[in-house]
């Protein structure tokens, strides 16, 4: 069908980024939003709606592919996605799958390989030569979710007010966090307390507080350094959990705003010991080749290549707030 076009939705904790695009691989038009993670987010639903309406009576539109936290891993909250998707087009060919899933698939164009993520939250996900996938974490905040942003803002705290109580070592993150923050380091308790209980979105401030950690880490902040170790010790065994699931050359990649950390990238490659590969299209690249293998369209790098410098430089262009989002 000439002039097809295709929608893939890249869903997250902390961001939605939506894409159109052509059958040349040229992206038309984006929308970016907060995150519509249905585990944490009530407001979820609202939020999906609001940057997929402006699509939804496209014309030429013939395939999306939303790619969604949570989705797979809990059946009443994957079958409320699969209606919400549904509601939205009735009448185009659409495909729903895991987030982490996506973000395999567009970092390996559908081949072998091992898919660390480190966001909000943390996994690691895995396909082997036959196409068979295998995953480990992505257990949530509560349960786990190691290496993660949020994990690392959470012992952030942690390690600060431990620190200003005199159970642990001076840390600069105390000074960083308390002026990022704009609270009064004379008054500690009431104000990282208060400022924590007045979150309207815990989760993806407290993930956010980790490119402060970053920060401190490179200023040479001794307990901010074992921090990053610790998570690189944490995505490292997501890693070892699913290796052995391909083959001995598989190759591996990463994904999430918590590598925005070169320091954190390092040490998980030292822990791996071989080099990431890069990965070939972004998250949303992922879920635009899941929409079009809804078509059928031959993926070669006729296709490839200019979806991948459309999808990144779409990206670069809307990128807001932390990297570590």
Known sequence: MSGELILGIDGGGSTIRVALANRSGEILR???GSGVNPMDNPDWRTELDRHIAPFRHEPKLTSVAAALPAYGEVKHLSALQE???ADMFPAVR???LNDVDAAHLGAFAGKEGILILSGTGSMAWARNAAGRPARSGGWGDVIGDEGSSYWIGRLAL???SQSLDGRAPKT???DIVFEHLN???SDPMNGLGGWVKSLAKPRSSIAALSALVDRAARAGDAAARDLLERAADALARHHTAVAGHCGENAGWTYAGGTFASTLLLEALERRIGTAPR???LPPIGGALLAAAQNLGWPLNDGWLEPIAASTRAASAQS????KFQ
């Open 30 to 32: 984006t929308s970016l």
């Open 83 to 85: 209606a919400a998707i």
């Open 94 to 96: 659409t495909a729903i």
């Open 158 to 160: 942690n390690l600060v």
């Open 172 to 174: 600069a993150l105390a």
């Open 183 to 185: 609270l009064d380091l």
């Open 278 to 280: 890069v990965p070939k």
């Open 319 to 322: 990128i807001t707030g932390s």
